[in-house]
C-alpha cells in the first residue's frame, strides 16, 4: 500500500483535462464553454447549446440552421426499435425501458460506426441527440399503453418532443409555446455538468474503444440512482410526503438526525456549496409554467418554498452549505406539464445527452487519452493455502 492516492467518491482526482465546462462551486458559477448557464438559458435553445457543447463556439445563424436540419434529419427510430419495446414489462420503469433501448441502439449502428473517424463521430452524435427524445417518448408511451407518435420535424426539437408525447390519435394536439420553452429551458439546464458520476461513467466505457451508444447506455444506468438523476424523483415524492407546510420541522428533524438516513431531497452538492445557479432559473421557471396552467395554489408549491426558506436558515444547513440544487424544483415543473414522476430522470438523461456525448468526443479526440484503470488499496487476507472442501 501507499503506492496509490486514496481518493474514495474521487473528490480530490482530476480524471481529465477538458475544455466544455466550468464550475465555481463556492461561488455558484456554471458556463458551458465559457458562456453563463443564466444567458444560455435566457437566451438561446437548446439546439443551440448542444452545437455549443460540442463544436466549442456559438453556431451563425447558417449552423444552427444546418445543424438543426440534419438532428431533425436522424429523429426516426427503425421500426424494429418499436418491436424491442414490446418486449419489456408494460409497467417497467422508463428508466429500465431506456438503458435498455439506448444501449440496443448500438446494435443498429455499430457496423456504421468507427469512432477513428471525425465524420462518422458528428453522425453518431447527432443520431443520439436526435433519437433520444423519440426513446424517451416511447418509453412513455409505451409505460401508460398508447401507441407511439412518430415525430413530426417540422416542429422544433422540443415541442416535438411533447408532441410525441401528449398526442393522442385522431384527436389534435397542439403545443403550448410556454411549456415547450420551459422544457427546453429545463434541456439546456441539465445539458452538461463536467466530470459527474455518469458523465465519468461514459468517458470510463468509452476508453476502451466501445461503441458510443453502449457507452451512452452505461451513462443513463448510471444516472438512475435517486444520488444523481433519481433525484428529481425523490425530491417531488418527498414533497407529496410532507404533504403541507405543518408537517415541515418533523421533516428538518429528520434530516438533521445522524441516526436516521433521511435526507432531504433536491438539497446539497458534491461540487456547490453555494446555491446551485441552475436551481435559481428553475424556480423562475416554476412559476412561468404554473401561471401558465393557471395552477394558483400548488400546495406542492408552498410545501417547496416554505421547505427552502426554513432549510436556508437552519444552522445544520447553513454549516454544511446545503443549498437547493437544480432537482428540487425541476420535479414541481415536470409535474405540472403532465409528465409523471417516473419520467422526470428519462428527461434527465434526454438532455444529458449532449453533455456525455460531447466528453465522449473529448476524450476521443485527446492525444493523451488511455484506457482508464483506476487502482486499489487491497485490504484482504494475505497469501494462504488451499484447504479441500471436506476440510474446511
Ligand atoms: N440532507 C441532509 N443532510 C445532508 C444532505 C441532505 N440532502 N446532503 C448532505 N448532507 C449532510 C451529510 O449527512 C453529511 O453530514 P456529516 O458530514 O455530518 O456526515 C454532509 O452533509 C456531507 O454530505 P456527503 O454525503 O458527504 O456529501 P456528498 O458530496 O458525498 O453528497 C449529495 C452530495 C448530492 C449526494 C448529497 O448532498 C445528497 O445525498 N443530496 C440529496 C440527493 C440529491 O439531491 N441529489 C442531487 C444532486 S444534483 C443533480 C445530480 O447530480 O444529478
Known sequence: TGMFTYDPGFTSTASCESQITYIDGDEGILLYRGYPIEQLAEHGDFLETCYLLL???????????????RVTRHTMVHEQMARFFQGFRRDAHPM?????SIGAMSAFYHDSTDISDPQQRMI?????????PTLAAMAFKYTIGQPFVFPLNSLDYTSNFLRMCFAVPAEEYKVNPVLSRALDRIFILHADHEQNASTSTVRLAGSSGANPFACI??????????????????????????????????????????????RLMGFGHRVYKNYDPRAKIMQ????EVLNELGIKDDPLLDVAIELERIALSDPYFIEKKLYPN?????????????????????????????????????????????????RQLYTGAGPREYTPIGRR
Open 217 to 262: 447506455a452505461a451513462g443513463a444506468a448510471c444516472l438512475w440512482g435517486p444520488a444523481h438523476g433519481g433525484a428529481n424523483e425523490a425530491a417531488l415524492k418527498m414533497l407529496e410526503e410532507i404533504g403541507s407546510v405543518e408537517n415541515i420541522p418533523k421533516y428538518i428533524a429528520k434530516a438533521k438526525d445522524k441516526n436516521d438516513p433521511f
Open 55 to 69: 463544436e466549442g463556439e456559438l453556431p451563425t445563424a447558417a449552423q444552427k440552421a444546418d445543424f438543426d436540419y
Open 96 to 100: 429500465a425501458v431506456m438503458v435498455g
Open 124 to 132: 453518431a452524435s447527432m443520431r443520439m441527440i436526435a433519437k433520444m
Open 326 to 374: 437544480i432537482d428540487f424544483y425541476s420535479g414541481i415543473t415536470l409535474k405540472a406539464m403532465g409528465f409523471p414522476t417516473s419520467m422526470f430522470t428519462a428527461l434527465f438523461a434526454l438532455a444529458r445527452t449532449v453533455g456525455w456525448i460531447a466528453q465522449w468526443k473529448e476524450m476521443i479526440e485527446d492525444p493523451s487519452q488511455r484506457i482508464g484503470r483506476p
Open 284 to 287: 423562475k421557471t416554476t412559476h
